[in-house]
C-alpha cells in the first residue's frame, strides 16, 4: 500500500498540478491512441495469417498473395507505429522528470532551507541528492513503462479473446480458467515460497560476505592473534548455511518449471482440442460444424 501510495502521489504531482500546463494530457492521450491502433494491427496481423493458411489448403494463389501483401504493407506500417509508442512513452518520461526535479529542488532549497533541517534531524530521506537524481528517473521510467505495457497487454488480450470468441467461445472459457490457475500457482504458491527463500538467502549471503570482509578490515590483528582458523570456521559455516537454503529454492523454481511447461502444452493443445471436437461431433450437445484451416490459427493465436 506504501508503494501504490508513492506512486500516486508522483502521478498526482505531475499530472493533476494547478501549475502544470495541458502536455502531459496530451501526452498521454496520444500515447493511448497509437497503443490502441497498435492492439488493432495485432489483430489484423493475426487474421491475415489465419487468410494465409486459409488460401494455402484451397489452393487460392491470388488469395494468397493478396494476404500476403497486405501482412508486408501491415508490417512495414507497423513500424512507425511502434517506434512512436516508444517515443511518446520517452517524451512522457523526460517531461515528468523535468517537472519532478523542479518542482523537488525548489521544496529542498527554498526559503523553508529544508537542506539544512534534513542534516539536524534524524530523517527518512538519507540521501537527497540520490533521490533527486537517481531515483527519481529510475521511478518515473519504471512508471511508464508499466502503464504502457500494462495497457498495451489489456488491449490485446481483449482484441484477441473478442476473436478467439468469434471462432470458438469454449476455447476463451479455457483459456481464462488457465490462466486464472497458473497465475495462482505462480504468484500464491511457489510466489510465496520463493520471497521467503530470497528473503532468508540474502540475510544469509551478507552474513557470508560480511565474515571476508571482516578478515580483511582486520587482517593485523588477526595474524597477531593468529585468529584466521577461527574466521575461517566462521566463514566456512555461514556457507554452509547458505548452501543449505540454496537447494531447497532450487527444488521450488525446478517444480515451477516442470509445472508451467506441462500446463504451456496444455494450453497450447486446447484450440486444437476444441475445434476438433466440435468437428467430429466428440462431445454431447456440441454442434457440428465445418472449421477452416484460418479459425484454428485464431483460436490459437
Not at 487468410?51 to 488469395?63: G, K, N
Amino acid at each position: 500500500m506504501q508503494s501504490l501510495a508513492a506512486t500516486w502521489t508522483i502521478i498526482s504531482l505531475y499530472f493533476f498540478d494547478p501549475e502544470s500546463s495541458c502536455m502531459p494530457k496530451m501526452l498521454v492521450l496520444c500515447l493511448l491512441v497509437v497503443v490502441l491502433v497498435i492492439a488493432y494491427v495485432n489483430v489484423l496481423i493475426v487474421g491475415l495469417l489465419g487468410e494465409l493458411q486459409d488460401s494455402m489448403h484451397e489452393v487460392r494463389q491470388d488469395r494468397w498473395l493478396s494476404a500476403f501483401r497486405l501482412i508486408l504493407l501491415v508490417a512495414v506500417l507497423s513500424m512507425p507505429l511502434v517506434g512512436l509508442r516508444d517515443g511518446l512513452g520517452g517524451c512522457l518520461a523526460i517531461e515528468w522528470r523535468r517537472r519532478l526535479t523542479y518542482k523537488l529542488l525548489r521544496a529542498y532549497l527554498d526559503d523553508s532551507k529544508a537542506f539544512y533541517s534534513l542534516t539536524m534531524r534524524a530523517s527518512t530521506i538519507d540521501n537527497p541528492d540520490d533521490r533527486i537524481a537517481n531515483d527519481l528517473p529510475v521511478v518515473v521510467d519504471g512508471v511508464v513503462n508499466c502503464l504502457v505495457r500494462g495497457v498495451q497487454a489489456a488491449l490485446n488480450v481483449a482484441a484477441q479473446s473478442a476473436v478467439v470468441y468469434s471462432v470458438d467461445g469454449p476455447t476463451l472459457a479455457f483459456v481464462y480458467a488457465y490462466y486464472v490457475v497458473v497465475n495462482y500457482l505462480a504468484f500464491r504458491v511457489f510466489g510465496s515460497f520463493l520471497v521467503a527463500y530470497d528473503k532468508t538467502i540474502f540475510a544469509q549471503e551478507a552474513r557470508f560476505r560480511f565474515g571476508i570482509i571482516r578478515v580483511r578490515q582486520n587482517a593485523e590483528s588477526i595474524a597477531f592473534y593468529g585468529g584466521a582458523s577461527f574466521e575461517e570456521a566462521r566463514i566456512v559455516d555461514a556457507f554452509i548455511i547458505l548452501v543449505r537454503s540454496l537447494y531447497p529454492r532450487l527444488l521450488v523454481l525446478v517444480t515451477m518449471e516442470v509445472v508451467l511447461s506441462g500446463t504451456n502444452v496444455l494450453v497450447e493443445t486446447a484450440p486444437y482440442a476444441f475445434l476438433g471436437a466440435r468437428y467430429f461431433n466428440l462431445l454431447e450437445g456440441m454442434q457440428t460444424r465445418a472449421i477452416t484451416f484460418g479459425e484454428i490459427a485464431l483460436a490459437s493465436a
